[in-house]
Each structure stands twice: as structure tokens, then as C-alpha cells.
């Protein structure tokens, strides 16, 4: 069965650092991976995703991932970070064909000081 | 012009009680679902329409019934809510084509006393 981890439930950056939250992912086939933002009180909004092709995947709001598939990992990245990024990021796996569903990571919840 | 809205947005209620809640898009998708989000923000599917066919259906207690009436609308009934239905209720709606570019409402915040 398809799963993903996001080891890090809480990580703090400051202001203009830059950011990676680490996904792993278990799926015996290629996995199509994505990564949510949920900012407080909202639903989520996706931020990218990968299916195919290009390893490194650009989003919204300056965000980038790369998928390594000899690592299982799905990390994501922003060279800068800002203060509207504090948010809970939620990586995500779904397996391809026909109607599967989409199984959610625990989360990283990311606070931006100044 | 909200893409997925829910409500009502916050919902407290008696355990025993009966509930629902609505959920509509005007996005034109194909395909909506429901899911609920517990204290430690893990976020589970519970089901999933397409053109107002159930199509998937998770380990969900019978207690919990969705209804489609049309494509736009997918509104999930709860009956006897007990404790452990408190969570965050999130409807979600995607294009067939696109299955997995979901679009989330706001969530229904339920608490069950």
C-alpha cells in the first residue's frame, strides 16, 4: 500500500533563510507526489506535483521539489522563505490508474520567526 | 465566486445527534470528495464522486452517508455522532481528467460534546 512520511512535525526558519521539508514515499511503481499548503484555518492548496518527466518540479509561490527516486523522496524547497509561508505543508503519493486516492503525510508545520 | 464551499463552517452538536454537512463547487469538476482532518491534522479520504457515483469508499462507519444530487453538491450526512467524529471536515472537488489537482473548501469544524 502507498505511504508517505514527512519526518519533521515542526520546523522553525528565520525570515529570508531558505527551507526544505523532507517526504519519503513508499509505492512499488512510479508514484504521483504532491505537496499541499494549508495556511491556518484554510483548506489546502496545492502547491506542485509530479508525475513524469523533469525531476525537479517548480509550484506556486516560489516553491520547487525534487523526486529521487533512488532516495524515495519527494523534498520541498524555497530558497527564500517569507513570512506568509508559515503554514502546515502536507506531502501526498497517489498511484496511477483509474480512480485512486490520494493518502496524505502527517504533515510539517513551519514557523517563519523575523 | 469561492471555488469549494462548505457549510457550515463551524458545527457543535450533541452526541446522539444528527447532522449534515453541505458541500458545492462551481469549479465544473467531475469528481468531489470528503475528508476529515483529526486533532493531529492527519487527513484521511472517507469517500470520493464522480458524476454522482460513488466511486471510492474508505473504511468509514455506516453511520456516515453521503449524498450526491447533483455534480456541484456533495453533502455528508452523520448519524448518533459520537466523540470521535469531532475532527475537520473537508470537501474537496478535481476535473476527471485532472484527478489529483484537488481544490479543498474551507473544512466544517466539528465538535461533538
Known amino acids: 500500500a502507498q505511504s508517505v512520511t514527512q519526518p519533521d512535525i515542526h520546523i522553525t526558519v528565520s525570515e529570508g533563510a531558505s527551507l526544505e521539508l523532507r517526504c519519503n514515499y513508499s509505492?512499488?511503481?512510479?508514484?504521483?507526489l504532491f505537496w499541499y499548503v494549508q495556511s491556518p484555518g484554510q483548506g489546502l492548496q496545492l502547491l506542485l506535483k509530479?508525475?513524469?518527466?523533469?525531476?525537479l518540479v517548480q509550484g506556486i509561490k516560489g516553491f520547487e521539489a525534487e523526486f529521487k527516486r533512488s532516495q524515495s523522496s519527494f523534498n520541498l524547497r524555497k530558497p527564500s522563505v517569507h513570512w506568509s509561508d508559515a503554514a502546515e505543508y502536507f506531502c501526498?503519493?497517489?498511484?496511477?490508474?483509474?480512480?485512486?486516492?490520494?493518502?496524505f503525510g502527517t504533515g510539517t508545520k513551519l514557523q517563519v520567526i523575523p | 465566486d469561492t471555488a469549494v464551499s462548505q457549510t457550515p463552517k463551524y458545527l457543535v452538536t450533541q452526541m446522539g445527534n444528527d447532522k449534515s454537512i453541505k458541500c458545492e463547487q462551481n469549479?465544473?469538476?467531475?469528481?468531489m470528495y470528503w475528508y476529515k482532518q483529526d486533532s493531529k491534522k492527519f487527513l484521511k479520504i472517507m469517500f470520493s464522486?464522480?458524476?454522482?457515483?460513488?466511486?471510492i469508499n474508505e473504511t468509514v462507519p455506516n453511520r456516515f452517508s453521503p449524498k450526491s444530487p447533483d455534480k456541484a453538491h456533495l453533502n455528508l450526512h452523520i448519524n448518533s455522532l459520537e466523540l470521535g467524529d469531532s475532527a475537520v471536515y473537508f470537501c474537496?472537488?478535481?476535473?476527471?481528467?485532472?484527478?489529483?489537482?484537488?481544490?479543498f473548501g474551507p473544512g466544517t469544524r466539528l465538535t461533538v460534546l
Open positions: 469549479l465544473g469538476h467531475d469528481t
Open positions: 509505492y512499488g511503481a512510479t508514484p504521483y
Open positions: 501526498a503519493v497517489r498511484s496511477s490508474g483509474g480512480y485512486q486516492k490520494v493518502t
Open positions: 474537496a472537488s478535481s476535473q476527471e481528467r485532472y484527478p489529483d489537482t484537488q481544490y
Open positions: 464522486y464522480n458524476n454522482k457515483e460513488l466511486i
Open positions: 509530479y508525475f513524469s518527466g523533469d525531476t
